[in-house]
């Protein structure tokens, strides 16, 4: 069983920056795609950006060039750095790991980023 905790989420006016982690337990690392999703009220969630082992990125058209996704794989770790950030990235933000070999999926509890003046 996959365990995901996030933390980083927060308060932030526009413009701003947070940095959002992702500590992931009971399973190898490696086997996994990492993402981070977002949910903003009223809407699907959607994939924000995801990260393959090896390193290769993916990334919504909205958040390209303001967010950077990073894992370090010795440690356990994902990041979500996000700058420049917009009212509209306002959302609780998850944490996913994915295996594609065995389409086993694992969400963390969200955390709540909040983009006001």
């Known amino acids: 069983q996959v365990q995901l905790v996030e933390s980083g989420g927060g308060l932030v006016q526009p413009g701003g920056s947070l940095r959002l982690s992702c500590l992931a337990s009971?399973?190898?690392?490696?086997?996994?795609?990492m993402g981070w999703y977002r949910q903003a009220p009223g809407k699907q969630r959607e994939l924000v950006a995801n990260i393959l082992s090896g390193g290769s990125t993916n990334y919504a058209d909205s958040v390209k060039g303001r967010l950077t996704i990073s894992r370090d794989n010795a440690e356990n770790t994902v990041d979500l750095e996000m700058n420049s950030l917009k009212p509209e990235d306002t959302a609780v933000y998850y944490c996913n790991a994915f295996r594609t070999s065995t389409h086993r999926n694992y969400w963390g509890q969200g955390t709540q980023v909040i983009v006001s003046s």
């Open positions: 009971g399973t190898i690392f490696t086997y996994y795609t």
